[in-house]
């Protein structure tokens, strides 16, 4: 009798501490889709970010290339496109890599090879191009930067990049998305974690210009007050 009560109280033991611990599994499974779902919101804000400001950035490259030439409104322009973008991709990174530690189903398989983003940070060296640009061009009486040579080389680089970019998100938007309006479009990115997708092309694409030097020292004239 004593020994059956044992029994019956080692299995209640036994079940309770397996409820606990379902529960648990079920409230940490429901933590990490809220913060999925959040890192797609955030994702899919600075995916949105860098795809408007590349699409501006090959505005003012194409007409810069084709005049030769371009003022310190439109450089200012470029460097801030350029620094926001750097930005961007930064805190994409930082996503994938919170949704990478906390974010493990069983079915879960969009990785991304990370072992080469900080050589492949080409928005950052654009950035820092530009900006030494800034200045010398600061430096001088002239509103506008004459662009030749290696100036005119670069150009046509951030062209060629701003153009192989905007090809990411067209791709996107004909394979995955289709004709849905932005919010459609919004849920799609963030339910099936597209982001990861774009983030991956980002990366391969930036890649392509790894060995590109974007430089451009600086050479104060002039003080400036």
Do not use: P
Not at 20 to 41: E, F, P, T
Not at 132 to 146: A, E, F, G, K, V
Request: charged share 30%.
């Amino acid at each position: 009798m004593q020994n059956g009560f044992k029994k019956k109280k080692y299995f209640i033991s036994i079940v309770i501490i397996l409820l606990i611990s379902l529960s648990a599994n079920i409230i940490l499974c429901l933590k990490n889709k809220q913060y999925s779902h959040r890192i797609g919101v955030n994702s899919y804000k600075n995916i949105e970010t860098i795809k408007i400001k590349n699409e501006k950035n090959i505005e003012i490259i194409n007409k810069t290339i084709d005049t030769l030439k371009i003022n310190n409104g439109e450089l200012l322009n470029l460097y801030t496109n350029y620094s926001d973008m750097a930005d961007c991709i930064i805190k994409l990174w930082d996503d994938y890599n919170f949704y990478n530690e906390t974010d493990r189903g069983i079915f879960i398989n969009k990785k991304i090879d990370t072992s080469k983003v900080i050589e492949n940070d080409i928005y950052s060296r654009i950035e820092s191009y530009l900006g030494n640009t800034l200045i010398n061009i600061m430096s001088t009486d002239s509103d506008d930067l004459i662009v030749k040579g290696k100036d005119l080389e670069d150009f046509e680089v951030m062209k060629s990049l701003a153009i192989n970019m905007d090809k990411i998100f067209k791709s996107i938007d004909e394979s995955k998305l289709g004709n849905g309006n932005s919010s459609d479009k919004e849920k799609k990115v963030i339910n099936n974690k597209y982001w990861i997708d774009i983030l991956r092309e980002i990366d391969k694409t930036s890649s392509k210009y790894i060995d590109y030097d974007f430089i451009k020292e600086v050479k104060v004239t002039k003080a400036i007050y």
